[in-house]
């Protein structure tokens, strides 16, 4: 009995950590053909968003800049966790011509408190469906929060990330494109 029930609970934990490496792998950016690239950042560069004020921001302000474009929620437990991140490496190189833009997908009352709390140093705009489309062709097939773009000077895409991200894993990428 005791090589039964073993074998029984082996069985199971396999099962188990092929069905979450499973969903893992569902939720990892596509990778993306210079092509899709090059339409997601048109994408972006034509589309327009509220700010907490409710003026709209056009995305194409930000040309010629180093733009970090995250996607995030105040419900999102590894959004609240980066973006403490980001406000530090906004204040280290903004005068260097990056800009994060964050681009929240939430009520703007839950987004205007947290923005207020932590005091985010960037723009954040408010995104609804079209957002999460654009994470879509961007590589986001899930539509899961955090996701985060990284785009160069020339508006070409040069890397994504989903889940959570960090200044330690952040700065390397974003250093060659100051």
């Known amino acids: 009995m005791g090589k039964r029930v073993y074998l029984i609970v082996s069985v199971a934990l396999l099962a188990l950590g092929a069905g979450l490496f499973a ?7 596509d990778s993306l053909s210079p092509e899709q690239a090059k339409i997601a950042a048109e994408m972006l560069y034509v589309s327009t968003l509220p700010d907490l004020k409710g003026n709209n921001q056009p995305f194409a302000q930000w040309r010629g800049k180093v733009l970090i474009v995250n996607f995030w929620a105040t419900w999102c437990p590894p959004c609240r966790e980066e973006i403490p991140q ?3 490496v906004q204040e280290k190189y903004r005068t260097r011509g990056l800009v994060f833009v964050g681009v929240a997908v939430d009520k703007k009352d ?3 408190a947290y923005a207020d709390e932590i005091g985010i140093n960037y723009p954040v705009l408010i995104g609804d469906l079209e957002a999460i489309e654009l994470t879509r062709k ?4 899930a539509g899961t929060l955090p996701f985060t773009l990284i785009i160069d000077r020339k508006g070409k895409i040069i890397a994504t990330e989903l889940g959570g991200l960090t200044q330690t894993k952040l700065e390397p990428i974003i250093g060659p494109l100051l």
Do not use: D, E, S
């Not at 961007?138 to 097939?141: E, K, T």
């Open 23 to 29: 969903g893992w792998r569902a939720q990892t950016p």
């Open 86 to 88: 980001f406000i530090k």
């Open 110 to 112: 839950a987004v205007l």
């Open 138 to 141: 961007a590589g986001n097939r």
